[in-house]
């Protein structure tokens, strides 16, 4: 009977934090008659449903080759340089105003709240793809082994992106 009730739990977790996010979208375009340039701004507000912290970052990996899980443990383990993100971590090389996009940014946002991400494209310029992967906190340092400091986490509420087309996956 303790399995059954563990096994029906455990499916109440995952089905809970199968929608974890819920995105909405606003596009404006516009003309500047004096660049003779014509602008797409597009707010991608993502709000956390889950019940637990979401982690979101950039990578440089393609969403369709990797499951969430691979793509933790490529952005937490696999060395940008000399460096992979735990020993920059463990290093205290890592601070909230400093961050990269596609190395050292991380987002944490807290159940109900929301965060945007605005991108600005130029129809003139090729847009660049942005992986964005979002996982709960606890899958995250489950599969890390590591225990991740507040301090690293990016502060505001919204990033801009120029030139990108941004593709979200998450667990």
Not at 146 to 171: A, C, G, Q, R
Request: aromatic letters at 12%; a negative charge.
């Amino acid at each position: 009977m303790r399995i059954i009730l563990s096994i029906i739990f455990y499916c109440v977790l995952i089905h809970n934090c199968i929608g974890q996010i819920k995105t909405d979208t606003v596009n404006i375009c516009y003309f500047d008659n004096i660049a003779k340039e014509f602008y797409r701004v597009q707010d991608i507000c993502i709000t956390n449903i889950c019940d637990e912290d979401l982690l979101l970052w950039f990578n440089n990996t393609s969403n369709e080759e990797y499951s969430v899980d691979d793509e933790v443990l490529l952005f937490f383990l696999k060395k940008h340089g000399d460096f992979n993100y735990l020993n920059l971590m463990y290093e205290d090389l890592i601070y909230s105003d400093s961050l990269v996009i596609g190395s050292t940014f991380i987002k944490r946002i807290a159940p109900s709240d929301k965060f945007h991400v605005i991108i600005m494209n130029v129809d003139s310029v090729l847009c660049d793809r942005r992986n964005i992967s979002i996982s709960t906190k606890s899958n995250v340092e489950k599969c890390i082994r590591s225990v991740l400091s507040d301090k690293l986490y990016y502060k505001d509420e919204y990033v801009i992106l120029k030139n990108s087309k941004v593709v979200i996956k998450t667990e």
